[in-house]
């Protein structure tokens, strides 16, 4: 057995009268991340994690910000691309461990609706998906609410 662990990040400016979605959820929110598919940070990160785990490069390589295909997709569509990609070489998913980094809106009364999404993406448990989130204490970028970041890391096996 093969066990290999893969880490991604994402970040997205925050615009007014943008939509805001994470996990696969629309928060109500004065403002949203801004980018070429729905810009859900959590779902890039994710993705980012898996494919860097199986040695498939980065979401940017597969689905390219240039290519209309992706323009406003859901990022839950990528992340079932993305996990095709990985059943292709031979690998099983493990679990996913995320970090939400961002001022506002409040993150924990959506973790639930999140799992259920991204686990019905990945084709895992819901248990085997885990959503945190912090605050920048008001410092920086995403303190200022400018921008939002999520981090991810994942197990993978073959």
Known sequence: MKIKVGFGFDVHQLKEGHPFVLGGVLLDHHQGAFGHSDADVLVHAICDALLGAANLRDIGHHFKNTDERWRGISSLI????????????????????????????????HVPEM???ISAAMGIDEDDISI?????????FIGREEGVVAYAVCLIQK
């Open 115 to 117: 799992k259920k999404q």
């Open 78 to 109: 990528l992340l079932t691309e993305c996990v095709k990609m990985l059943t292709e070489k031979g690998y099983s998913i493990n679990n996913v461990d995320a970090m939400l980094c961002l001022e506002a809106p409040k993150i924990n009364p």
């Open 132 to 140: 945190k989130a912090t605050t920048n204490e008001t410092m920086g």
